[in-house]
C-alpha cells in the first residue's frame, strides 16, 4: 500500500529522498551480492488496493492485453474503460536464491520506506489512518540530501538484511 503524508510538504520531502534511496540501495544490495553466495533476480509486480477484486485485476490485465494490439478507435475506447478501472502501482521485488532453500522476496519499495521514513513498518502502514514521517535527519539545512546519512541508513539496512537471511 502506498505510504500517506500528513502533507505537500512531507509529500515533497519523500520525492527528494524516494529515487536517490532507491539507487543507494540497489548499490548497498549489489555490493553484499558481490560477496555473499546469494544470487538475485529482480521481478516487476502489480500493487493493488486491497479492495480490488480478483475480477477487476483480470478486467483490466485483458484490457491492457487489448490495447496492445488495438488500433484507431480501438485504442481510445479501451483506454477510457481503463480510466474508470484501479490503476495498480507499480513494484519491485528484489527474488534471492541460494541452493537448498526457498527464495527469499524483498519488496525494493519497502526497503526505501524503511530508509526514508521514521520508524516505518509495512504492518502499520496497513492501517488506513496510518501517516508515514519523513526522517528529516536525511534532509540538510539548505533542503538537499544528506548523502552520507542516507548511504550510512541504507547500508545498515542492507546489511542487517543480508544478516538475517536464512543459513539453512
Known amino acids: ?12 520531502q519523500a520525492e527528494l529522498l524516494m529515487q536517490p534511496a532507491f539507487i543507494r540501495i540497489l548499490d548497498r544490495i549489489r555490493k553484499q551480492l558481490d560477496t555473499s553466495c546469494w544470487k538475485e533476480t529482480y521481478e516487476n509486480v502489480l500493487i493493488w488496493q486491497p ?3 480478483a475480477e477487476t485485476k483480470t478486467e483490466v490485465a485483458n484490457l491492457v492485453k487489448q490495447l496492445e494490439s488495438a488500433q484507431g478507435e480501438q485504442v481510445e475506447e479501451i483506454e477510457q474503460a481503463l480510466m474508470k478501472l484501479p490503476t495498480p502501482t507499480p513494484g519491485y521485488h528484489l527474488c534471492l536464491h541460494k541452493e537448498g532453500l526457498e527464495t ?23 492501517s488506513p489512518n496510518y501517516i508515514v514521517t519523513i526522517d528529516t535527519s536525511l534532509i540538510d539545512e539548505r533542503g538537499d540530501v544528506d548523502w552520507q546519512l542516507l548511504d550510512e541508513k541504507a547500508t545498515h539496512l542492507i546489511e542487517r538484511l543480508f544478516a538475517e537471511l536464512p543459513t539453512t
Open 51 to 53: 479492495e480490488t477484486t
Open 104 to 126: 527469499v522476496k524483498v519488496d525494493l519499495w519497502e526497503l526505501c520506506y524503511q530508509v526514508c521514513f521514521c520508524n516505518y513498518s509495512s504492518l502499520l502502514a496497513e
Open 1 to 12: 500500500m502506498p505510504p500517506k503524508f500528513a502533507d505537500n510538504i512531507a509529500w515533497q
